[in-house]
């Protein structure tokens, strides 16, 4: 048998199909949209699902194209006359087919695993779940293209499969409106675009989408192997079932994997040394970037009276899942960019000393951007100047600097010309607003 295989792998279309899902789907993971997978391994493995809506017909149509090789060689009579049943002369096929379309995808995770191997440091067991659905998404498109290209032996079935396996997962998210949960089941690349620093894949999700795959798969090997339009229109009871199952697991709910938050990657991780510096564990590969300038800041921030003396990562997690705000602790917003190095590692100091001025998340009073920018630059004795919003060569969609620095100049040039001690005291009472809360505006105009 394994010779065979060997031989199936040799002259089949799976070598082609392989190298065609390494290089196009590594190729959109770099290209596309830009590299979105820089700060981990689960965002690499949730990129790698996003691209399956290119990659799933690819695999849908490389089937297909394999199952007319019968047909053109006009030996289908003559097997037909043998005595091996058709399960047993298909399964060669359906096993090179099913490892290219592993193979194929484990190679472009290998690809984006070269840019972030030095940087990536937290490894959640669903980094692994998450690419195993992923490659039997592929094996059950490559066994369904089998099956369809096997009963429509036409040149044009390859393509036109392709193109409707494509439309088929765009389509998907406005057809199961209003039941994303539904969408999910179905598409593997659904709700994977864009995956935030502490993005996660809930458990039931991959279960479901394994329970409809899996029975997805059976269904199309049935079909391969069925003689009889009899036995191929059973052949689609174990799709069926498959949903049928998949629905009981998942929670009826919508935006299960947009709203999905790992607590453990949240998680603070601390330098050695005082003062603490902590960061998220999906950001624990940034902690020494971090921590300098951090403790700088915090040295900056002891001129003023009941200053803090700790920095916590702000793992504030969409949609409203916020860090403990501590009036001991500032908080401060850490993300990646595209190299997966500190994407802010020059405005760290201000938005540390600017970051001591800041409100609790529920607070409606908060003081202006440019206040607090103003009273940091004060302590630190320097001018406003514009953020530098291109730190690594290009903006980070995670990190989004606001410019307040005009206005900040001219309420920082207010302050300069009081005296020290008048300047001292409405710094202290914008700082007290702040974190009680109360009206800020006005203590330094």
Not at 194 to 222: I, K, R
Not at 298 to 321: C, I, K, N, S
Request: with cysteine.
């Amino acid at each position: 048998m394994s010779r065979v295989l060997r031989i199936e792998l040799r002259r089949s279309a799976a070598i082609g199909a392989a190298a065609s899902l390494a290089a196009l789907g590594s190729l959109a993971m770099y290209f596309a949209e830009g590299i979105s997978f820089s700060t981990g391994w689960i965002q690499l493995a949730m990129t790698q699902r996003w691209y399956l809506a290119l990659l799933w017909p690819l695999m849908l149509a490389a089937g297909a194209w394999q199952a007319r090789r019968e047909h053109r060689s006009n030996v289908g009579e003559l097997f037909a006359t043998t005595p091996r049943p058709v399960s047993q002369r298909v399964a060669p096929t359906l096993g090179a087919m099913a490892i290219a379309a592993v193979a194929g995808y484990l190679l472009m995770g290998v690809a984006g695993a070269a840019w972030i191997f030095d940087t990536a440091g937290y490894l959640p067991a669903e980094v692994f779940v998450v690419t195993g659905v992923g490659a039997l998404a592929l094996v059950a498109a490559a066994w369904l293209g089998l099956a369809v290209g096997r009963l429509l032996p036409s040149p044009v079935t390859a393509p036109v499969l392709g193109v409707a396996g494509l439309g088929l997962l765009l389509m998907l998210p406005l057809a199961t409106r209003p039941f994303g949960w539904l969408g999910l089941i179905l598409s593997p690349a659904a709700e994977m675009n864009m995956p935030g620093d502490y993005a996660t894949v809930p458990g039931e999700v991959s279960a479901a989408q394994s329970l409809w795959l899996a029975g997805l798969a059976v269904a199309a090997v049935l079909l391969l192997a069925s003689d009889t339009w009899r036995n191929r229109s059973a052949a689609v009871l174990p799709a069926a079932v498959g949903v049928a199952l998949a629905a009981t697991v998942i929670p009826h709910e919508n935006r299960l994997v947009t709203d999905a938050v790992d607590p453990v990657a949240r998680e603070l991780v601390c330098a050695e040394g005082e003062p603490q510096v902590c960061v998220s564990r999906a950001h624990q590969t940034l902690l020494p970037e971090v921590t300098g300038p951090a403790r700088e800041a915090l040295a900056v921030l002891q001129r003023m009276p009941g200053a803090p003396t700790r920095v916590h990562e702000d793992t504030f997690a969409y949609p409203d899942t916020y860090p403990e705000f501590r009036t001991d602790t500032v908080l401060l917003r850490v993300a990646a960019g595209r190299t997966g190095q500190l994407a802010n590692k020059p405005n760290v100091l201000v938005d540390v000393v600017s970051g001591a001025f800041s409100s609790p998340p529920a607070c409606q009073n908060p003081p202006a951007s440019a206040d607090q920018l103003a009273a940091a630059h004060w302590l630190m004795g320097t001018e406003p100047l514009a953020p530098d919003r291109e730190p690594l060569g290009r903006p980070d969609p995670g990190y989004v600097v606001e410019d307040a620095s005009v206005e900040a100049a001219e309420v920082w040039a207010h302050l300069r010309a009081l005296p020290r001690d008048e300047a001292a005291s409405r710094v202290g009472a914008l700082r007290e607003a702040a974190v009680n809360c109360l009206p800020a505006q006005g203590w330094l105009r």
